[in-house]
């Protein structure tokens, strides 16, 4: 089953959140989930042990870079999508999960600073495909941008990835109290309290149109 793994070493770039958005929306789809917390901070499984985890998600925390790959490929045949989540450096761990992944989601910020750490990402999956003999498939997304405006910093770093010959997914992930209220809540954006959280309709549908686009990107190589 595919592995999608995030990656970016620039820290604060929305990894972590991108990654819980993409599979709490394919479990409410109906599948099988297995996330593989490879962050030092552990937020998602932290986000597990509150209420509201879909029965069809199953956290794996238990990694290191000795056993990483061992690990996805375990839960790889036992659940239909694994989400990991990596470590914001550039490490062995890291370099082992992309080596092996099917889709490579690099979460960019609108910012220079932000480009500067996807490119870092970019250069490791060009790297590890040459040692696997194989084009790794990856594309940025980017992330916490505005849903009023755009700003130059973003237009500058979507010029700078167009220019690259970057694939970028069409869906930027809009900066969202409900995306930050996940990991306050626990549970699913479906499932946020209207009262304590606002605009979860939009955050629902920006989620949806993102993991929609991931499904596609997959089915097209």
Excluded: C
Excluded at 7 to 34: R, S, Y
């Amino acid at each position: 089953m595919p592995i999608i793994s995030f990656a970016n070493p620039k820290g604060g770039a929305g990894k972590t959140t991108t990654a819980l958005l993409l599979a709490t929306e394919l479990a409410e789809k109906g599948f099988t989930v297995t996330i593989v917390d490879a962050d030092p901070e552990r937020w998602i499984s932290q986000w597990a042990e509150m209420p509201g985890r879909p029965a069809s998600i199953d956290i794996v925390s238990d990694v290191t870079e000795d056993n990483i790959v061992d690990r996805i490929d375990e839960v790889a045949v036992k659940t239909q999508f694994v989400i990991v989540d990596l470590e914001g450096t550039a490490s062995l761990t890291v370099a082992q999960a992309v080596s092996i992944s099917d889709l490579v989601i690099v979460p960019v910020q609108g910012s220079t600073m932000d480009a500067k750490g996807g490119v870092k990402t970019l250069r490791l999956i060009r790297t590890q495909g040459r040692t696997a003999r194989r084009e790794i498939p990856h594309a940025v997304v980017l992330t916490r941008t505005s849903a009023a405006i755009q700003t130059r910093d973003l237009k500058d770093v979507q010029q700078q990835l167009a220019e690259a010959g970057v694939p970028v997914f069409e869906t930027a992930i809009v900066e969202r109290a409900a995306f930050r209220a996940l990991f306050v809540y626990g549970g699913t954006i479906s499932n946020l309290n209207p009262v304590q959280v606002s605009s979860i309709d939009k955050a629902l549908a920006n989620a949806r149109d993102f993991a929609a686009e991931v499904i596609r990107r997959l089915k097209n190589g």
